[in-house]
């Protein structure tokens, strides 16, 4: 699939090469032969001449002329009238095109929330101008093969630097522009109840796209119909989709038939038709004239700052104030995106006496005000703020109503209650503007605020709305497409098919999870022999987890498996991770982080001559670019441009939003998904494995937030029911990927517990052609080899087998080879101080100069809150005894023997105490539940010796005495002294959300 960019590129190549070969590398003479061959005449004008609008550039086609500024600096004036040409042939438009700075640094990298018609085209022609200037081959060739750097190449050429730059970065991808484009997709006609679809009269019109039966290509053929047999104006045409990846699939599908269509439509996100209309309407929105739109990571860091200083309950983490933020962030998202201000979450909150989500709308009070300090707006706001708008001016909408006459909605199932209101308003009372498609069966985005209830409620948000469905499936064989019928309730019948062949479905049961890895592998390896690729195959998992343990599974069964679900970001990358471990030994430099990268790979050293994977680093460098241009939102006050950078890349890993790394398509590969990671996606063979109880569906995950309360105040759980809809779609999504075989398994254990069939497979019990069959088990214990012995019994004091445990390459790193971790955390330091100042004989005075020594930087945005906290509880809390009337004990266990201090000690009566800052328990609590050091604690001194003092309130309670516990936590203490001894030290970290705060993390093998 070729992106809008490519488009641009391989027009600008066209152009090019269509001019005399005589021009050579000459920008002023490829500019002046590719405006006379146009018949356009430069014209340059003063800087605030009339013509010019206050822009740089006006292309005025009625006069044949392009009206420039004459102050411009000759480079910036070769990349501004290229800009221009390329308007000229890119779009066709009749209308005057002005450019302007903040179209020259529209580039599609860097660009943030999506593309408003406006945005795309002005990216689009900037695209145009560097590959029309300088080809990415003419670039690299210069650099590789000529060893000129960048700035020489400037010099050379006459062009910014940041052109040559963006042309050296350009994927690698671009010697694939001269293939084909998109193939034509509606060469072959439509069938029957596509063109139906698509050419129905009037709406309001859903039509239900089952999986594989053409929905994009339906859509198409109505755009089309609509500009060429009912004479709508592309310029009238607005199509929105859920996803920027679905609107330039559906943009590529148009343009394969008709570019010129395809430039002049509106086909977009809705959060880019809503960013687009909030700015031609910014003051009736009470914004500035561009405002900031923010990304999920800079809301994190503007709440940030404020968190630590808000009256939190529950929600106060001390270990780290900002830990609950990315579920408070989602919250706070679902809620405004249903319409709810901060004042209506803290009523409802209040009525309920729900104190968590009390501390949400303190949360989404301190958001909205930053929001408004900022001029800024998030994704949400980009709906529910152009919903306002629309329903408070009747002058709006009516403009809007009269601009859009048909408005095309692609993934109907997929988007909010809100976008679904947005919609009606759009389309006027009688909705015959509207044309729809979605599936209710494949609605499984309700995690992401989508909401199903759009396609069950059709007729009900638009009176007299028909629907229309899709009746040919093309993706799958006869026998599957027979079972996606029964399993979506509705009849084998359901769908027509086109393909031949004959198709397998298989049920394996295995004994445990070594039997079914094994017997996935096996039939792998039979497609494989039978002629398929690796690449053809793949497994989708319902949790990452599942998909990190199988990985592990069959790559020991030799099957080759591309990254999983968690393996496959950007900052993982080996040359991704070799200039961030670069980068970190420069935190101390003033430098900004893109400056120094672009050095790196393209000053002297050329690092860029000798990279594996060109794509991966350029995706590195758009990140490094996009957070110079938003620095003074992400810096939080660090004055080290490299260490905030740094610390922004932690942060995007925190919240799950790290991008992914370019797909290597070359890569033989079996492909390992999570079932929402493989919506939209197809291959041959399709294995869904772990259909038990438990694991598909999974059990409920524990989080830090209840259910929002309704208006009468009662949190209500979400009903059963509705759970088990979403899995059932989920299951439905994971068949339907499959085009010649499916493959369903499950195994009779996980572990020690009988695991039950999964309620999702009892949609097969009417399907004809389902094979069972039975995996057996190759890997039993008597088979395996018998452990290593270990060479040595090691001593290890317990807070480094507890780091052992934590993650294992941490402990080499900081343990075995000495690496420094730099600047303590401000909770490490705060926490320092403190019990160093209990440890006193006097601990208020001791605190004093504690504090000034030990504790965290007054620029942290927590230090009020630790401040505070640390002089409530040394006034509050009893001395410790000095450390050096603690004992230091000696547990002997298999592997070695672990070493153990109390943090306090009475010699009278033996006992001995734990000293914690974590939450304290429930005020009627008695006794405190064991951890890992408490039962080191007890099976040393004694189950009823041991006492745990939470710092934070003062109170000391005895440890609950539980054996099978204690046993439990003994042997994780022996097998961390195993490892340590074996010098077995791998990146697993116990806690993958523990990875960013790691001070190795730039540094880190993790991912190989």
């Known amino acids: 699939?070729?992106?809008?960019?490519?488009?641009?590129?391989?027009?600008?190549?066209?152009?090019?090469?269509?001019?005399?070969?005589?021009?050579?590398?000459?920008?002023?003479?490829?500019?002046?032969?590719?405006?006379?061959?146009?018949?356009?005449?430069?014209?340059?004008?003063?800087?605030?001449?009339?013509?010019?609008?206050?822009?740089?550039?006006?292309?005025?086609?009625?006069?044949?002329?392009?009206?420039?500024?004459?102050?411009?600096?000759?480079?910036?004036?070769?990349?501004?009238?290229?800009?221009?040409?390329?308007?000229?042939?890119?779009?066709?438009?009749?209308?005057?095109?002005?450019?302007?700075?903040?179209?020259?640094?529209?580039?599609?990298?860097?660009?943030?929330?999506?593309?408003?018609?406006?945005?795309?085209?002005?990216?689009?022609?900037?695209?145009?101008?560097?590959?029309?200037?300088?080809?990415?081959?003419?670039?690299?060739?210069?650099?590789?093969?000529?060893?000129?750097?960048?700035?020489?190449?400037?010099?050379?050429?006459?062009?910014?630097?940041?052109?040559?730059?963006?042309?050296?970065?350009?994927?690698?991808?671009?010697?694939?522009?001269?293939?084909?484009?998109?193939?034509?997709?509606?060469?072959?006609?439509?069938?029957?109840?596509?063109?139906?679809?698509?050419?129905?009269?009037?709406?309001?019109?859903?039509?239900?796209?089952?999986?594989?039966?053409?929905?994009?290509?339906?859509?198409?053929?109505?755009?089309?119909?609509?500009?060429?047999?009912?004479?709508?104006?592309?310029?009238?045409?607005?199509?929105?989709?859920?996803?920027?990846?679905?609107?330039?699939?559906?943009?590529?599908?148009?343009?394969?038939?008709?570019?010129?269509?395809?430039?002049?439509?509106?086909?977009?996100?809705?959060?880019?038709?809503?960013?687009?209309?909030?700015?031609?309407?910014?003051?009736?929105?009470?914004?500035?004239?561009?405002?900031?739109?923010?990304?999920?990571?800079?809301?994190?860091?503007?709440?940030?700052?404020?968190?630590?200083?808000?009256?939190l309950g529950p929600l106060r983490y001390l270990h780290d104030p900002a830990y609950p933020l990315p579920e408070a962030l989602r919250a706070i998202s679902k809620v405004k995106e249903s319409g709810l201000t901060p004042e209506e979450v803290a009523q409802r909150a209040e009525t309920s006496g729900d104190e968590i989500w009390q501390d949400i709308a303190r949360l989404y009070a301190a958001y909205e005000g930053l929001l408004h300090e900022h001029g800024a707006l998030d994704f949400a706001d980009l709906v529910v703020r152009p919903l306002r708008l629309l329903e408070s001016y009747s002058d709006v909408l009516a403009g809007e109503r009269g601009k859009w006459r048909q408005v095309l909605v692609d993934e109907y199932q997929d988007i909010n209650r809100s976008g679904a209101r947005l919609v009606q308003l759009l389309t006027g009372p009688d909705g015959t503007a509207l044309w729809a498609v979605g599936d209710l069966r494949q609605a499984i985005y309700a995690f992401r605020g989508a909401s199903p209830a759009n396609v069950a409620r059709f007729a009900e948000d638009f009176p007299g709305g028909r629907r229309m469905d899709l009746a040919v499936n093309y993706r799958s064989r006869p026998g599957l497409v027979s079972l996606f019928g029964q399993a979506s309730g509705e009849g084998s019948a359901v769908w027509e098919p086109r393909r031949e062949g004959l198709a397998s479905t298989t049920l394996a049961i295995a004994p445990d999870d070594a039997g079914q890895a094994g017997g996935m592998a096996s039939t792998m390896q039979q497609y494989t022999e039978a002629g398929y690729a690796w690449r053809e195959l793949a497994v989708l998992c319902r949790t990452r987890n599942q998909a990190r343990n199988l990985k592990k599974a069959l790559v020991a069964r030799g099957i080759p498996v591309g990254p999983g679900p968690d393996e496959g970001g950007l900052l993982t990358r080996p040359d991704v991770r070799m200039l961030l471990a670069r980068l970190d030994e420069q935190v101390e430099t003033n430098a900004d982080a893109y400056d120094a990268l672009i050095e790196m790979l393209y000053g002297a050293e050329g690092l860029a001559r000798t990279l594996a994977e060109p794509e991966a680093v350029t995706s590195l460098l758009m990140l490094a670019l996009t957070f110079r241009e938003r620095e003074a939102i992400l810096r939080i006050g660090e004055t080290r441009l490299i260490q905030a950078f740094l610390e922004h890349l932690r942060r995007l890993t925190r919240l799950g939003t790290a991008p992914a790394a370019p797909i290597n398509e070359s890569e033989d590969a079996v492909h390992l998904l999570t079932v929402h990671g493989a919506k939209g996606l197809e291959f041959p063979a399709i294995f869904v494995p772990n259909l038990a109880v438990g694991r598909f569906p999974p059990r409920p995950m524990p989080g830090l937030l209840t259910p929002l309360p309704d208006e009468e105040g009662e949190a209500k759980e979400e009903p059963g029911t509705v759970a088990s809809e979403e899995e059932a779609r989920l299951f439905f999504v994971a068949l339907t990927r499959a085009r010649d075989h499916l493959v369903l398994s499950r195994a009779v254990k996980h572990g020690r517990m009988s695991a039950r069939p999964s309620p999702l497979l009892n949609c097969l019990d009417n399907v004809e052609g389902v094979e069972t069959i039975f995996w057996r088990s190759k890997d039993s214990e008597n088979e395996l080899p018998p452990p290593e012995t270990p060479p040595t019994h090691p001593e290890v004091k317990a807070p480094d087998a507890e780091l052992y445990l934590r993650c294992p390459k941490r402990y080499e790193f900081q343990v075995v080879e000495e690496k420094p971790v730099g600047s303590a955390s401000a909770y490490e330091s705060f926490k320092r101080a403190v019990l160093a100042a209990l440890s006193s004989s006097q601990p208020t005075s001791a605190l004093e100069s504690l504090w000034r020594e030990h504790g965290p930087s007054q620029s942290d945005p927590a230090y009020p809150l630790y401040e505070k906290l640390a002089r409530e509880i040394v006034a509050k809390s009893v001395p410790a005894c000095p450390p050096n009337q603690r004992p230091l004990m000696a547990l002997p266990l298999d592997s070695g023997t672990i070493l153990v201090r109390p943090d306090d000690f009475s010699e009278s009566t033996r006992q001995v105490e734990r000293r914690t800052l974590r939450k304290p328990p429930a005020p009627d609590a008695d006794k405190a539940d064991p951890d890992l050091r408490l039962s080191l604690l007890q099976e040393t001194f004694g189950p009823d010796q041991v006492f745990v003092r939470f710092l934070q309130d003062g109170r000391r309670l005895p440890v609950a005495d539980r054996p099978r516990i204690r046993e439990r936590h003994l042997d994780d203490y022996d097998r961390a002294l195993r490892g340590i001894a074996l010098k077995v030290f791998p990146a697993t970290p116990t806690e993958r959300d523990e990875c960013p705060s790691c001070p190795y993390f730039f540094t880190c093998p993790r991912g190989e």
């Not at 027009?11 to 003479?29: E, F, I, K």
């Not at 970065?169 to 084909?180: F, G, I, N, R």
């Not at 009912?230 to 310029?235: A, F, H, Q, S």
């Open 1 to 311: 699939m070729i992106s809008d960019w490519s488009r641009a590129r391989i027009h600008a190549r066209a152009d090019r090469a269509a001019l005399p070969d005589t021009l050579g590398v000459s920008a002023d003479a490829l500019l002046e032969a590719a405006f006379a061959a146009a018949g356009l005449a430069v014209r340059p004008r003063p800087r605030r001449d009339p013509l010019l609008f206050m822009a740089h550039a006006v292309l005025d086609v009625e006069a044949a002329a392009v009206w420039v500024r004459d102050d411009a600096k000759p480079e910036e004036r070769r990349l501004i009238l290229a800009h221009e040409l390329g308007h000229l042939k890119l779009h066709h438009s009749p209308e005057e095109c002005r450019c302007d700075e903040g179209d020259l640094a529209e580039i599609p990298e860097s660009a943030g929330s999506g593309y408003g018609p406006k945005q795309r085209r002005e990216t689009e022609a900037n695209v145009y101008a560097r590959e029309f200037l300088l080809p990415a081959p003419l670039a690299r060739k210069l650099f590789i093969d000529d060893k000129l750097d960048a700035v020489e190449m400037a010099e050379k050429l006459g062009l910014p630097l940041a052109t040559i730059i963006a042309q050296l970065t350009a994927p690698l991808v671009l010697p694939a522009l001269e293939k084909t484009p998109v193939e034509k997709s509606l060469a072959t006609g439509l069938d029957d109840s596509q063109e139906a679809a698509a050419k129905a009269d009037y709406g309001p019109l859903l039509v239900g796209a089952g999986p594989g039966t053409g929905k994009t290509r339906t859509l198409t053929a109505r755009v089309l119909f609509l500009v060429r047999e009912k004479n709508v104006r592309p310029e009238n045409i607005l199509a929105l989709t859920f996803s920027r990846k679905a609107a330039a699939e559906m943009q590529e599908r148009i343009a394969s038939e008709d570019e010129t269509i395809a430039a002049r439509a509106a086909i977009t996100t809705f959060h880019s038709y809503g960013l687009d209309l909030l700015r031609r309407h910014w003051k009736l929105a009470g914004l500035p004239p561009r405002p900031l739109m923010l990304t999920e990571a800079e809301a994190f860091a503007l709440l940030e700052r404020r968190i630590a200083g808000l009256e």
